[in-house]
Protein backbone atom coordinates (compact mmCIF):
# COMPACT_ATOMS: atom_id res chain seq x y z
CA UNK A 1 0.00 0.00 0.00
CA UNK A 2 2.79 2.22 0.89
CA UNK A 3 4.48 1.82 -2.65
CA UNK A 4 0.99 2.94 -4.62
CA UNK A 5 1.33 5.77 -1.85
CA UNK A 6 4.44 6.77 -3.26
CA UNK A 7 4.25 6.45 -7.03
CA UNK A 8 0.50 8.07 -6.78
CA UNK A 9 2.25 11.49 -7.96
CA UNK A 10 3.95 9.95 -10.03
CA UNK A 11 0.90 8.44 -12.01
CA UNK A 12 -0.95 11.18 -11.41
CA UNK A 13 1.54 13.19 -13.68
CA UNK A 14 1.53 10.07 -16.46
CA UNK A 15 -2.10 10.21 -16.60
CA UNK A 16 -2.57 14.20 -16.52
CA UNK A 17 0.27 14.73 -18.57
CA UNK A 18 -1.21 12.38 -21.82
CA UNK A 19 -4.76 14.24 -22.02
CA UNK A 20 -3.69 17.50 -20.81
CA UNK A 21 -0.14 18.38 -21.48
CA UNK A 22 3.09 18.97 -19.01
CA UNK A 23 1.56 22.52 -17.40
CA UNK A 24 -1.71 20.87 -16.37
CA UNK A 25 0.46 17.39 -15.32
CA UNK A 26 2.65 20.03 -13.35
CA UNK A 27 -0.47 21.11 -11.21
CA UNK A 28 -1.77 18.01 -10.36
CA UNK A 29 1.50 17.01 -9.44
CA UNK A 30 1.77 19.58 -6.90
CA UNK A 31 -1.44 19.13 -5.49
CA UNK A 32 -1.64 15.21 -5.63
CA UNK A 33 1.81 16.04 -3.25
CA UNK A 34 -0.15 18.61 -1.01
CA UNK A 35 -2.52 16.16 -0.41
CA UNK A 36 -0.27 13.15 0.05
CA UNK A 37 1.15 15.66 2.99
CA UNK A 38 -2.01 16.48 4.37
CA UNK A 39 -3.16 12.87 4.69
CA UNK A 40 -0.08 11.78 6.18
CA UNK A 41 -0.02 14.45 8.86
CA UNK A 42 -3.45 13.94 9.71
CA UNK A 43 -3.41 10.19 9.46
CA UNK A 44 -0.06 9.53 11.44
CA UNK A 45 0.73 12.99 13.04
CA UNK A 46 3.55 13.51 10.96
CA UNK A 47 4.64 14.01 7.64
CA UNK A 48 7.67 11.68 6.39
CA UNK A 49 11.10 13.30 5.41
CA UNK A 50 11.15 11.72 2.20
CA UNK A 51 8.02 13.07 1.38
CA UNK A 52 8.90 16.36 2.59
CA UNK A 53 11.61 16.64 0.62
CA UNK A 54 10.05 15.39 -2.50
CA UNK A 55 6.91 17.62 -1.75
CA UNK A 56 9.44 21.11 -1.18
CA UNK A 57 11.34 20.02 -4.61
CA UNK A 58 7.98 19.45 -6.31
CA UNK A 59 6.36 22.45 -4.98
CA UNK A 60 9.75 24.89 -6.09
CA UNK A 61 10.40 23.26 -9.37
CA UNK A 62 6.82 22.98 -10.44
CA UNK A 63 5.79 26.77 -9.25
CA UNK A 64 9.21 27.68 -11.63
CA UNK A 65 8.15 25.95 -14.56
CA UNK A 66 4.70 27.62 -14.10
CA UNK A 67 5.65 30.46 -13.97
CA UNK A 68 8.39 30.67 -17.05
CA UNK A 69 6.14 28.66 -19.08
CA UNK A 70 9.38 26.07 -19.16
CA UNK A 71 9.05 22.45 -18.09
CA UNK A 72 12.59 22.13 -17.87
CA UNK A 73 12.30 22.89 -14.29
CA UNK A 74 9.71 20.31 -13.28
CA UNK A 75 11.70 17.39 -15.78
CA UNK A 76 14.93 18.30 -13.39
CA UNK A 77 12.85 17.21 -10.30
CA UNK A 78 13.70 13.74 -10.20
CA UNK A 79 17.31 14.03 -10.29
CA UNK A 80 16.95 17.14 -7.32
CA UNK A 81 15.60 14.08 -5.43
CA UNK A 82 17.34 11.57 -6.37
CA UNK A 83 20.74 13.01 -5.96
CA UNK A 84 19.47 14.41 -2.25
CA UNK A 85 18.56 10.88 -1.33
CA UNK A 86 21.67 9.84 -2.80
CA UNK A 87 23.84 12.62 -0.57
CA UNK A 88 21.53 11.61 2.81
CA UNK A 89 22.55 7.97 2.33
CA UNK A 90 26.11 8.83 1.30
CA UNK A 91 26.57 11.07 4.47
CA UNK A 92 24.90 8.08 6.71
CA UNK A 93 27.83 6.19 5.43
CA UNK A 94 30.22 8.16 6.43
CA UNK A 95 28.31 10.33 9.86
CA UNK A 96 26.86 8.55 12.64
CA UNK A 97 27.09 4.67 13.60
CA UNK A 98 23.71 3.50 11.65
CA UNK A 99 23.06 3.85 7.94
CA UNK A 100 19.89 5.38 6.66
CA UNK A 101 19.07 2.26 5.56
CA UNK A 102 19.49 0.24 9.21
CA UNK A 103 18.03 3.32 10.62
CA UNK A 104 14.64 2.57 9.24
CA UNK A 105 15.02 -1.51 8.70
CA UNK A 106 17.07 -2.31 11.48
CA UNK A 107 13.86 -3.36 13.60
CA UNK A 108 13.00 -5.98 11.14
CA UNK A 109 16.08 -7.14 10.53
CA UNK A 110 19.41 -8.32 11.83
CA UNK A 111 22.44 -7.78 9.35
CA UNK A 112 26.27 -7.12 10.01
CA UNK A 113 27.45 -3.62 10.01
CA UNK A 114 29.07 -4.30 7.06
CA UNK A 115 25.95 -5.93 5.34
CA UNK A 116 23.98 -2.72 6.30
CA UNK A 117 27.08 -0.55 4.16
CA UNK A 118 27.11 -2.35 1.42
CA UNK A 119 23.20 -2.47 1.05
CA UNK A 120 23.10 1.66 1.68
CA UNK A 121 25.84 2.25 -1.00
CA UNK A 122 23.41 -0.15 -3.59
CA UNK A 123 20.55 2.76 -2.84
CA UNK A 124 23.66 5.31 -3.34
CA UNK A 125 24.21 3.83 -6.68
CA UNK A 126 20.57 3.87 -7.89
CA UNK A 127 19.80 7.16 -6.91
CA UNK A 128 22.64 8.51 -8.87
CA UNK A 129 22.08 6.04 -11.75
CA UNK A 130 18.25 7.15 -11.82
CA UNK A 131 19.31 11.31 -11.43
CA UNK A 132 22.13 11.05 -14.17
CA UNK A 133 20.08 8.86 -16.49
CA UNK A 134 16.87 11.78 -15.60
CA UNK A 135 19.37 14.02 -16.83
CA UNK A 136 20.40 12.55 -20.07
CA UNK A 137 16.50 12.12 -21.30
CA UNK A 138 15.77 15.33 -20.34
CA UNK A 139 18.34 16.23 -22.55
CA UNK A 140 18.42 13.94 -25.18
CA UNK A 141 14.73 12.88 -25.99
CA UNK A 142 11.48 14.48 -26.31
CA UNK A 143 9.12 15.24 -23.46
CA UNK A 144 7.09 12.56 -23.87
CA UNK A 145 10.20 10.31 -23.95
CA UNK A 146 11.02 11.90 -20.51
CA UNK A 147 7.18 11.07 -18.91
CA UNK A 148 7.28 7.73 -19.85
CA UNK A 149 10.86 7.43 -18.56
CA UNK A 150 9.57 8.40 -15.00
CA UNK A 151 7.35 5.25 -14.82
CA UNK A 152 10.43 2.97 -16.04
CA UNK A 153 12.52 4.48 -13.33
CA UNK A 154 9.75 3.82 -11.01
CA UNK A 155 9.31 0.52 -11.99
CA UNK A 156 13.34 0.28 -11.62
CA UNK A 157 13.58 1.12 -8.03
CA UNK A 158 10.32 -1.60 -7.49
CA UNK A 159 12.61 -3.75 -9.22
CA UNK A 160 16.10 -2.89 -6.95
CA UNK A 161 13.81 -3.30 -3.76
CA UNK A 162 12.36 -6.54 -4.54
CA UNK A 163 16.08 -7.63 -5.60
CA UNK A 164 16.76 -5.61 -2.06
CA UNK A 165 14.26 -8.04 -0.35
CA UNK A 166 15.61 -11.26 -1.81
CA UNK A 167 19.33 -10.54 -1.17
CA UNK A 168 18.57 -9.81 2.97
CA UNK A 169 16.38 -12.88 3.12
CA UNK A 170 19.38 -15.14 1.61
CA UNK A 171 21.93 -13.12 4.22
CA UNK A 172 19.85 -13.54 7.05
CA UNK A 173 18.86 -16.93 6.62
CA UNK A 174 22.36 -17.68 6.66
CA UNK A 175 22.97 -16.16 10.02
CA UNK A 176 21.70 -18.69 12.75
CA UNK A 177 19.49 -16.46 15.26
CA UNK A 178 21.49 -15.66 18.51
CA UNK A 179 19.85 -17.63 21.87
CA UNK A 180 21.61 -14.50 24.16
CA UNK A 181 24.05 -16.66 25.37
Do not use: C
Not at 20 to 31: D, E, Q
Not at 92 to 114: D, N, Y
Not at 140 to 161: D, P, R
Amino acid sequence: MQVLFDVFPVIVFFVVYLFSGIYAATVATMATTVLQIAYQLFSQGKVTKMLLVSGTVVGTLGGITLAVRNPLFIQWKPTVVYFLFAAVFLGSQLIGSKTVFERAMGHAVQLEPALWQRLNMIWVATFIVLGATNLYIVYHFSEKVWVYSKLGMMIFLFLVGIAQAVWISLKTTDTPPSTGE
